[in-house]
């Protein structure tokens, strides 16, 4: 009873907001239904949630809550629902349109909260989509199922708000016969999580080439780059939003001379770049997936074999066997970010760099994080977990060992994750010491057989360790799902 209740107050208290998103959910609404005149029975897909964590210590287990698009309290005990409406694109269409709605509400002593998790629209032509809104994607070339997150994307934070133009996936070039194949994409997004900035934005693009066709071997690389630009703060002054700045974002120039000192003497703007490496092996029975991201948030950038901070980012392994239904899915994976390009910044005004900092920035104190999560890889620890109140990343030098796999075992799929993470805190010229910490989780999910259409997930969740305390953590869900013609 006191559960609802709560529920009750987080929703009366956000109203306004709520109608806004109704607002908007109806824009969606008549917009689908104004497209339905170029096809017929287009499927969509649908599902109600629930899931109730209990558990002991400071915080809800790492792994209940890390890469989960911030869906779940960090609290001990909480109760989380929420309901998910999608209509996917048609691949094999010229045109077709899509879009996406999941709204979730979450109760706890601690913290209610009742937000929108996904809204967005989507039309396709051709070889091209078009997004508008809040999409639940993760970027880079990491496992996309099993991965601990990639160096600049991961599902760790809810989506932002953005506008997104890019290819369908990897695109034949013509004359290669499939040899040759790339993918490319660009999106203008806002930072709104009410952070102390107003108008903060975001840029995001993206390219990649893949090599091998439909032979056994394929070798892909790519490049992401995002920037934090924009937005005015009483501390930090404003950077004005004018597209001569825009083109200096887009090409990662320094800023002009009405910009402040540090952007004139670095890039404008918060800038990260991660270059990823991959080979994909199709066997007869497996397929293994090897993958490489870096980082830089320092000029000058080079290739990921000559980068001068080879020695951090992401090195994974990705292995499938479908026959082998036991563990027929699983990834192998290390990070390490204690190089940070070297032990002293700007050093005599001589050797530049070092001292990198990954993820924050002096102007955008909240760094790469979006409400509080960050956008990257988790392990880089969220602003969330602060307990001094600011907004920045205090943890971004680690190391992780990491390995997850997912099976099936009888009428149960399960999913197994384990990981063993050294903790620096922030970044500095000489460490003393690190946190260390270990997690693991169990979870399965099978059919409900008595309740049509419904599955339940019961799971085990155990920190122990320094870094986020030891706290362990049950939690049971229920899934209602289905398919229906518009």
């Known amino acids: 009873m006191r559960a609802c209740n709560r529920l009750k107050l987080v929703f009366n208290s956000q109203k306004r907001?709520?109608?806004r998103y109704l607002q908007i959910i109806l824009f969606v609404v008549l917009t689908v239904f104004a497209a339905k005149a170029q096809t017929k029975n287009d499927t969509i897909s649908y599902s109600l949630n629930s899931r109730i964590m209990a558990g002991n210590g400071t915080y809800a287990s790492f792994l209940s809550t890390a890469n989960q698009y911030d869906q779940f309290c960090f609290a001990p005990n909480s109760l989380t629902i929420w309901g998910m409406l999608h209509k996917n694109v048609n691949r094999l269409k010229e045109l077709d349109y899509g879009f996406g709605m999941e709204l979730d509400g979450n109760v706890s002593k601690s913290e209610n909260r009742f937000f929108p998790n996904e809204l967005y629209i989507q039309g396709k032509y051709l070889f091209m989509n078009l997004y508008v809104g809040m999409k639940q994607q993760m970027f880079g070339n990491q496992d996309k199922e099993l991965s601990s997150g990639g160096m600049l994307w991961s599902q760790n934070s809810r989506p932002m708000p953005k506008i997104t133009i890019?290819?369908?996936g990897y695109i034949k070039i013509p004359y290669t016969k499939g040899f040759l194949e790339v993918k490319v994409s660009i999106s203008h997004g806002w930072l709104n999580d009410n952070s102390g900035y107003k108008n903060l934005l975001m840029h995001h693009k993206y390219g990649y080439f893949r090599l091998g066709g439909h032979w056994p071997v394929n070798i892909s690389y790519g490049i992401q780059h995002v920037a934090q630009w924009g937005g005015s703060s009483e501390k930090y002054g404003s950077?004005?939003?004018t597209f001569e700045n825009f083109v200096r974002i887009f090409l990662a120039k320094s800023g002009s001379s009405s910009a402040n000192l540090s952007d004139q003497e670095n890039t404008l703007g918060n800038h990260i770049i991660s270059q990823n490496l991959g080979l994909d092996i199709k066997l007869?029975?497996?397929s293994v997936s090897f993958y490489w991201q870096n980082i830089n948030e320092d000029k000058?950038?080079?290739i990921i074999t000559k980068t001068p901070n080879i020695e951090d980012g992401l090195w994974g392994a990705s292995i499938r066997i479908p026959q082998f239904k036991a563990l027929y899915h699983f990834v192998l994976e290390y990070v390490s970010t204690t190089d940070q390009n070297g032990p002293w910044h700007d050093l005599d005004g001589v050797i530049f760099g070092g001292q990198d900092n990954y993820y924050n920035n002096g102007f955008y104190p909240n760094g790469w994080s979006y409400h509080k999560m960050t956008i990257g890889n988790p392990w880089l620890t969220s602003p969330k977990y602060n307990k001094?109140?600011?907004?920045?990343?205090?943890?971004n030098t680690i190391r992780l060992y990491y390995?997850?796999?997912e099976g099936q075992i009888k009428s149960v799929n399960y999913r197994l994750t384990i990981a063993q993470s050294k903790n620096y805190g922030h970044t500095q010229a000489i460490y003393d010491g690190y946190k260390k910490q270990f997690s693991w989780q169990i979870e399965g999910t099978t059919h409900l057989?008595?309740?049509?259409?419904?599955?339940v997930t019961i799971g085990y969740s155990r920190d122990k360790g320094e870094m986020y305390g030891n706290n362990s953590t049950i939690f049971i869900g229920l899934i209602y799902s289905g398919f229906g013609l518009l």
């Open 17 to 19: 907001m709520l109608l």
């Open 284 to 286: 007869e029975q497996a």
């Open 300 to 302: 000058p950038i080079k």
């Open 403 to 405: 390995f997850s796999g």
């Open 388 to 395: 001094d109140g600011y907004t920045s990343i205090h943890n």
């Open 449 to 455: 057989f008595a309740i049509k259409n419904t599955k």
């Open 166 to 168: 890019e290819s369908d």
């Open 239 to 241: 950077m004005p939003v």
